[in-house]
Each structure stands twice: as C-alpha cells, then as structure tokens.
C-alpha cells in the first residue's frame, strides 16, 4: 500500500483504529506542509463520496463535501 488514505480506508473509516494510527503522523506531516507552504487555514481529504474523512480541524471531520464544486470537479 502507497497511499496513506488506503489505510484509513481499510480500517473502516476508524480513526481510532491501531492500522491508521500507524501511518497517520504521515498524513499530518504532509498536511502541516501544505498549510505552511500555502497560507492555508486547514487541510482536509475526502472519501471518493466527498466525505471528510482526515482534517486538521478535527470538527471538519464527517461534513459531506461532494456537492462543492472544488471536490466535484477532482
């Protein structure tokens, strides 16, 4: 597995769960250079439903994103 997201989806979605937990820090290492690099605010990625399912703001987690053109359009 290369993609840090194919854990997370593996475990069910399960933020809790011992195999994201693993590979987590990886996401948040990226996420925290995007932010900087960038200016931006947070970092989220979706599910392929448009579902937010890692953030930086931990209350973004969950919200349904697909019907937002910039998650659409991807």
Do not use: C
């Amino acid at each position: 597995m290369n993609n840090t997201l194919d854990y997370l989806r593996l475990a069910g979605y399960d933020l809790e769960s011992s195999m994201w937990r693993s590979r987590r820090n990886v996401l948040e290492n990226f996420a925290e250079s995007v932010i900087q690099e960038f200016g931006y605010l947070s970092f989220f990625a979706t599910d392929s439903e448009g579902k937010i399912v890692y953030s930086t703001n931990e209350d973004e987690i969950g919200l349904e994103m697909k019907e937002e053109r910039f998650v659409a359009e991807a």
